[in-house]
């Protein structure tokens, strides 16, 4: 993995919409060190779609055409985790 999206993972660890997308466009596209995986692409895009940023939205969507919906599922799921997980450190 590499410093952007090393960055960028810490950056959504402090809950950066922008992080989120960022991360999302990463393994969407296997780029900046991060391998392929539609699946934490979609988490990260539904993460920053669910708080207001539409290009994530447009972009959870295109890929959404191209997963089963058991990954869509995953996904889902990730995204969930990930909440939680930020509510306890907020906590």
Do not use: P
């Not at 402090?14 to 960022?22: P, R, W």
């Not at 934490?40 to 997963?67: P, T, Y």
């Not at 869509?72 to 990730?78: D, G, H, I, L, Y």
Request: hydrophobic fraction near 50%.
């Amino acid at each position: 993995m590499d410093r952007l999206v090393a960055s960028r993972l810490t950056a959504a660890a402090a809950g950066d919409v922008n992080a989120y997308f960022d991360l999302g466009v990463a393994f969407s596209t296997g780029s900046h060190g991060a391998e392929c995986d539609l699946i934490e692409a979609h988490k990260w895009f539904n993460l920053a779609a669910v708080q207001g940023h539409e290009e994530a939205a447009w972009c959870r969507a295109d890929i959404s055409d191209e997963m089963t919906a058991r990954e869509v599922a995953e996904a889902q799921r990730r995204a969930r985790q990930w909440l939680i997980a930020l509510d306890r450190r907020a906590a």
